[in-house]
């Protein structure tokens, strides 16, 4: 039972240069999110897919995209990373979307120079 | 807009000592408040999760208390060990799981 994977864990892009992050969990979950988390600030979420086949902007989409692959599978895809996109980002799954609690992947760590 | 604010920002303790960090919010409406911990270079990994009604909430040696009028919480930490070194953080639910407001965590150092 390895809960949340995220790959890679760590990434170098160049300015334009287009990555996808995966995300996948094994707790039968139906909610899965991806989130930023930037020095001095609390974690934003980006997206968030409330179950299989739906998906629907958090805070900061800008930049980003996501596909709901399956009921494990959550990608985030950058199409043109910009220096403002270096972060590290978590991806995170729960039961559901109201008041249960949530469990984080590792993280990648993101530098687009 | 919804706040979380923490205090202190950072913090040292030696091992075996007791601390408390402080959790301020202005989050409307309120669902619950949790407590995360975060080791350096991993995930969030949830430690409480307190409801309105709730005052007082222990996981080991992690005890939080919550004060919903004045709209603050705080976590505790009983005889501090070397892996207590972590950021934790504070995190206020608006009422589903897209609706989480998160504080930029204090980060403790325990020293042998």
């Known amino acids: 039972n390895a809960g949340v994977t995220q790959t890679p864990k760590f990434q170098v892009l160049k300015t334009g240069q287009s990555m996808t992050l995966q995300c996948a969990q094994d707790m039968n979950h139906n909610s899965m999110y991806w989130y930023r988390q930037d020095p001095g600030m609390g974690l934003r979420l980006i997206y968030y897919s409330a179950s299989e086949g739906t998906t629907d902007k958090g805070e900061v989409p800008n930049g980003y995209n996501v596909s709901r692959l399956n009921k494990r599978e959550f990608s985030l895809r950058l199409e043109s990373a910009a220096p403002s996109q270096t972060s590290v980002y978590f991806c995170a799954s729960s039961a559901g979307l109201a008041g249960v609690e949530q469990y984080f992947g590792p993280g990648t760590r993101l530098t687009v120079t | 807009k919804n706040q979380v604010e923490q205090s202190p920002q950072s913090l040292i303790i030696l091992e075996g000592k007791n601390c408390t960090l402080q959790c301020n919010y202005t989050v409307s409406p309120f669902s619950n408040l949790r407590w995360y911990k975060q080791d350096t270079g991993r995930g969030p990994v949830s430690l409480t999760i307190?409801?309105?009604?709730?005052n007082t909430k222990s996981n080991g040696r992690y005890t939080a208390t919550l004060d919903a009028d004045t709209k603050q919480s705080s976590l505790h930490i009983t005889a501090s060990q070397l892996s207590d070194s972590a950021s934790y953080i504070c995190v206020v639910s608006s009422g589903s799981a897209r609706q989480l407001t998160f504080g930029s965590g204090t980060q403790l150092t325990v020293l042998p």
């Open positions: 307190m409801t309105f009604s709730e």
